[in-house]
């Protein structure tokens, strides 16, 4: 079993920055983000190995960067020059084969 911790999230302008953490409760081959707007199904954000193997959507490419603290068992989300279509609700999500675990999730908004 992992739990999982996520902080970081709310309202900000279009072109602005947010970050999110999420800490999970031990170790884990996979940590990262989706997130998903109500009626739509859930979609990978960006994830990254403890080897360090990451992984991005094409439309946060360049504008998103996770990083990981593996002391920390902790990923974070550099969310930069945000868009209206980024607001969503973004989930933590740790995998190890073949079990996947979820945060709470957070609210990103990104509005004028």
């Known amino acids: 079993q992992v739990q999982l911790v996520e902080s970081g999230g709310g309202l900000v302008q279009p072109g602005g920055s947010l970050r999110l953490s999420c800490a999970a409760s031990?170790?884990?081959?996979?940590l990262g983000w989706y997130r998903q707007v109500p009626g739509k199904q859930r979609e990978l954000v960006a994830s990254?190995?403890?080897?360090?193997?990451?992984n991005y959507a094409d439309s946060v490419k360049g504008r998103f960067t996770i990083s990981r603290d593996n002391a920390k068992n902790t990923v974070y989300l550099q969310m930069n020059s945000l868009k209206p279509e980024d607001t969503d609700v973004y989930y933590c999500?740790?995998?190890?084969?073949?079990?996947?675990?979820w945060g709470q999730g957070t609210q990103v908004i990104v509005s004028s």
């Open positions: 999500n740790a995998f190890e084969y073949p079990h996947a675990y």
């Open positions: 031990r170790d884990i081959f996979s």
């Open positions: 990254k190995t403890r080897d360090g193997v990451t």
